[in-house]
Structures are given as structure tokens and as C-alpha cells.
């Protein structure tokens, strides 16, 4: 498919489990996507990986 690019990581960050930070990484997508970032967060345990992509 044309036109989509690839995603290259940029940085991660290990942080506690807190569950409002699904709202911090979709507010930060939903503004900064005119800049060709995306933001992704996964949950591991009781530790989250907060993760930056350049698109």
C-alpha cells in the first residue's frame, strides 16, 4: 500500500502502572500528528513502556 510509512522508534520510558496515561499518549496523537509523531504505551506487569515513533 502506497502511502503509508514506516515507524521508527524514537525513545522509550519504563514507568509505574498508572491508568490515566492512555489519555496523556491519546491527546499527544491526536495533537502532534500533524509532526509525523505517533505515541504507543504498553502495559507489562505493573510497569508501562511509554514509546515515541516517528511516522
Do not use: A, H, P, W
Not at 15 to 20: G, I, P, Y
Not at 30 to 50: A, C, P, Q, S, V
Amino acid at each position: 500500500m502506497e502511502g503509508q510509512g514506516k515507524l521508527e522508534l524514537i525513545s522509550t520510558i519504563k514507568l509505574k502502572n498508572n491508568d490515566e496515561f492512555y489519555q496523556v499518549v491519546d491527546f499527544l496523537n491526536r495533537n502532534l500528528k500533524k509532526y509525523n509523531l505517533m505515541f504507543g504505551m504498553t502495559k507489562k506487569g505493573d510497569e508501562m513502556i511509554f514509546s515515541i515513533y516517528e511516522v
